[in-house]
């Protein structure tokens, strides 16, 4: 089961729409400098600091030292779990509309009741 490899905290970092910012400026713009990624918010340096390390605890993103700056980077297995993930998802619930359609089809040519509002 895919959702089994995938740590809870990915969903709550992903929960905080600062958070998906960040996530969708890596996956645009490759690797940035914390300094880099916090110029881009009107939030102040250390709650980007704080968001950074709640994805970084989530995995869904890494972190290299490079001198005096840290350079951030998306973890791209982790987004392969979540993309496997929410495909899996989508399948199953198309499976369920597939069948509720085959289902309501039946009703139609057996001439079942019209469905009305009350």
Same mark, same amino acid.
């Given at each position: 089961?895919?959702?089994n ?13 600062t958070?998906?910012n ?5 996956? /645009?713009?490759?690797? *940035?400098?914390? /300094?880099?990624? /916090?110029?881009?918010f ?7 600091? =704080?968001h950074?390390?709640?994805?970084? !605890?989530? %995995? ?8 005096? =700056? ?13 993309? !496997?993930?929410?495909? %899996?998802m ?9 069948? *509720?359609?085959?289902?309501? !089809?039946?009703? @139609?040519? %057996?001439?079942? %009741? @019209?469905?009305?509002?009350k």
């Open positions: 089961m895919v959702y490899t995938l740590n809870m905290d990915v969903f709550n970092a992903l929960a905080d729409p958070r998906r960040i996530i969708e400026m890596l996956a /645009s713009r490759g690797q *940035l400098s914390a /300094s880099d990624i /916090s110029d881009k009107k939030t102040s340096p250390p709650a980007i600091s =704080q950074l390390k709640v994805l970084r !605890e989530a %995995k869904l993103i890494d972190m290299e030292k490079r001198a005096q =700056q840290r350079i951030y980077q998306i973890n791209p297995e982790a987004m392969t779990q979540l993309e !496997e993930w929410a495909k %899996k989508a399948s199953e619930w198309q499976a369920r509309f597939s069948a *509720l359609d085959k289902v309501l !089809e039946l009703e @139609k040519k %057996k001439g079942g %009741k @019209k469905w009305t509002k």
